[in-house]
């Protein structure tokens, strides 16, 4: 048998209930233990509060990171009206010959039949564009106005050549406080001077020419682009040049509030947005995989002592109260086989004493003034 005697003192230091034992014993649960490492002790319900708690983190968190990554637009209902204008005049080149005044109206002529190519000089071209819009948050417009010199076959469904003119560089505006916008341009033309590069140029082709002059109006309604594009074509190269306007007319059209869709703004955030997705996903599959699976399995400490206990029955004795260690000889045990086996050459009973639910307890055999004790601590069970 073996053992070690201690003086009083230290069986009174034994006897007691260390610290670090009643610290763990406050982190247990009554019925359920689960260890996590490093001798600390989790309740099985702490446990799934705390991975309830970082999945609900998690969640905000995400949220916050993708709802800062996208921009949700919404587009609300207005009404527009859009009108657009054209006026023109024809400067003659020689016209005492033919009438009483140095110019023609666009109406003055009948414009079926056309002006006489060689009495043209200039064509002065007057533009008028009217925005009108209702519950309009914003707007900004981009006005400008080109020419193209176009050369192609007969009815230009084959164009050969293109050659474009800045006659007015983008102007940019925006929306003033009265929901009204307009813009209005005086250009002239020298007929002549472009029937004379048309000539240059046309005299490789052998085709037909035209003088496409292009007002467009860029604007953004509520986020919303589109382009308002209207065309004057002269033609050049004639004997009778007829004039042709496309897209001076007035629009009215509505829209209705929509949600405008996401739009990504910053990958790096969106990003972090789904990593916390992520990581709340994988926690909540443990938590229910943790819930599914119930109590956690009992630990080493309590699976030892309830065997003792229920096997050896019979042999032991359970006490409410330690005798007091130091009217004793105190012999340590190191298992319990050292204590059956005193319990059956002596013939005395195994006392057992709770110290700490799940945590610590002692078993031990009196006999007379000598106390043969064997203390039983969870701690050092779970570091074998």
């Not at 006005?143 to 474009?164: H, M, P, Q, R, T």
């Not at 496409?212 to 953004?220: F, P, S, T």
């Not at 059209?253 to 997705?277: E, P, Q």
């Not at 639910?357 to 203390?375: F, G, I, P, Q, R």
Request: with cysteine; aromatic share 14%; net charge negative.
């Amino acid at each position: 048998m073996k053992g070690t005697k201690k003086s009083s003192k230290v069986e009174k230091k034994n006897e007691r209930i260390s610290i670090l034992d009643k610290i763990d014993y406050k982190r247990k649960s009554e019925d359920n233990v689960k260890y996590i490492r490093h001798g600390l002790y989790v309740g099985y319900r702490g446990v799934l509060a705390s991975y309830i708690f970082f999945v609900v983190l998690f969640l905000v968190l995400a949220y916050i990171f993708l709802n800062n990554a996208f921009d949700i637009k919404t587009s609300e209902s207005y009404s527009v009206v859009e009108k657009v204008e054209l006026d023109y005049t024809v400067n003659l080149v020689d016209p005492d010959n033919i009438f009483d005044h140095d110019y023609l109206y666009k109406n003055d002529y009948d414009n079926k039949v056309g002006f006489v190519s060689d009495f043209i000089g200039t064509i002065d071209f007057d533009y008028d564009y009217v925005f009108n819009a209702n519950d309009v948050t914003s707007a900004q417009f981009i006005y400008s106005v080109d020419a193209d010199l176009v050369i192609g076959n007969s009815d230009f469904s084959e164009i050969w050549l293109v050659k474009n003119y800045k006659l007015l560089v983008p102007q940019y505006d925006s929306l003033d406080n009265y929901l009204k916008k307009n813009f209005s341009n005086h250009i002239s033309i020298d007929y002549n001077y472009y029937e004379r590069i048309a000539q240059t140029l046309n005299s490789k082709f052998n085709g037909s020419c035209k003088l496409i002059i292009n007002y467009n109006v860029e604007k953004e309604i509520d986020g919303e682009k589109n382009i308002k594009k209207s065309t004057v074509t002269v033609p050049l190269l004639v004997d009778k040049v007829k004039i042709v306007e496309d897209g001076f007319n007035t629009m009215v059209y509505s829209k209705d509030a929509h949600d405008g869709g996401l739009k990504l703004d910053n990958n790096v955030i969106c990003y972090l947005g789904i990593f916390y997705l992520v990581l709340s996903s994988v926690l909540l599959v443990k938590f229910f995989s943790l819930l599914k699976e119930g109590k956690p399995k009992a630990s080493a400490y309590d699976t030892m002592i309830n065997n003792i206990l229920k096997t050896h029955d019979k042999d032991i004795v359970e006490v409410d109260t330690l005798p007091t260690f130091s009217d004793y000889e105190i012999y340590k045990l190191n298992d319990f086989k050292e204590l059956m086996d005193l319990h059956k050459n002596l013939n005395l009973p195994i006392m057992y004493y709770n110290v700490t639910s799940h945590v610590k307890c002692h078993l031990y055999v009196k006999n007379n003034t000598e106390l043969y004790l064997l203390t039983i601590k969870a701690i050092d069970l779970e570091k074998k």
